[in-house]
């Protein structure tokens, strides 16, 4: 039955559309109050509008909730919405969460000797839970040992009842690898909304980006709305991530929308 294509991933614009219908996060609504009230004051204000979007997703909050080391291991047992970020080691991740959450060392805590292959949890704004996926595909180990990486990172996926997509990193200059392809399988399989994110964009021009991510999007099957061009260095990407992320968020958990007959 399963066609083994990624066939159910979030698409940006409408998983966008639909954390604005439903006032969003906390985070997002706070600040969207706040815009709103200000708006109504505006004539007696002594600032000129400013043209600056307000920050999808400001931070005033992270707390390491800690490690799941093992399938069978600990993992947390609170209420909170996850998102979960993936890619092979290297593609750039931790660069990716340290801009999201305007941190400059928020993910050595993934990267310590020890942490690299286990699952790290964290409370953001108190509202939801990122989830970083340890890095897989590493080049220089074992191929028996490169295989690890699926069993942990499949059943967290599978077993959350709180995981309301993932962001999956790939290298805007290299072709996805099998286990990139493994990966989106598994998530079209599951059901779970899936972004893309190409990182290190700043290492080709816009035409180049804009010809990758086409291609990209053709080569897996994917609409190119689906994709988000990021760069850690020049900061590109970060705002669309952010607002789909709160998007992702504040959507139903995938699996509990209503059966449609017919
Ligand atoms: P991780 O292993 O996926 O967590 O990747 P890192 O964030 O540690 O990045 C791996 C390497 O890629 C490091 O040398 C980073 O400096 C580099 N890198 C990460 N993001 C970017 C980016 O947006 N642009 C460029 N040019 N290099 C990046």
Redesign the pocket.
């Known amino acids: 039955m399963s066609s083994g294509r990624p066939a159910r991933p979030a698409k940006k614009g409408t998983a966008a559309k639909g954390a604005g219908a439903k006032g969003a996060t906390a985070g997002a609504g706070a600040k969207g109050a706040t815009a709103g009230a200000g708006a109504k004051g505006a004539e007696k204000s002594r600032k000129p509008p400013s043209t600056a979007k307000p920050d999808p997703l400001p931070i005033r909050s992270l707390e390491f909730l800690g490690p799941m080391a093992t399938i069978d291991g600990w993992r947390p047992t609170h209420e909170m919405p996850e998102v979960a970020f993936a890619?092979r080691?290297?593609?750039?991740?931790?660069?990716l969460l340290n801009a999201l959450v305007r941190r400059k060392a928020f993910?050595r805590v993934s990267k310590t000797p020890g942490r690299t292959r286990e699952i790290n949890f964290f409370a953001v704004n108190g509202t939801f839970v990122l989830t970083d996926l340890p890095?897989y595909g590493y080049a220089k180990i074992s191929k028996e040992r490169q295989a690890e990486w699926r069993p942990l990172i499949e059943g967290y996926l599978r077993g959350s009842g709180n995981l309301r997509g993932i962001v999956l990193l790939l290298d805007i200059r290299r072709d996805p690898t099998d286990d990139d392809r493994q990966m989106l399988d598994m998530l079209a399989d599951i059901g779970c909304p899936t972004l893309i994110c190409v990182?290190?964009t700043?290492?080709l021009s816009k035409g180049a980006t804009a010809g990758r991510v086409a291609a990209l999007a053709k080569n897996l099957e994917l609409d190119p709305e689906q994709i988000i061009a990021f760069?850690?260095?020049t900061g590109v990407g970060r705002e669309e991530l952010a607002e789909a992320v709160v998007a992702l968020v504040s959507a139903v958990p995938f699996g509990s929308e209503p059966e449609v007959d017919g």
């Not at 080691?89 to 660069?95: I, R, T, Y």
């Open positions: 890619g080691s290297n593609v750039g991740k931790s660069s993910a890095g990182t290190k700043d290492k760069s850690a260095v």
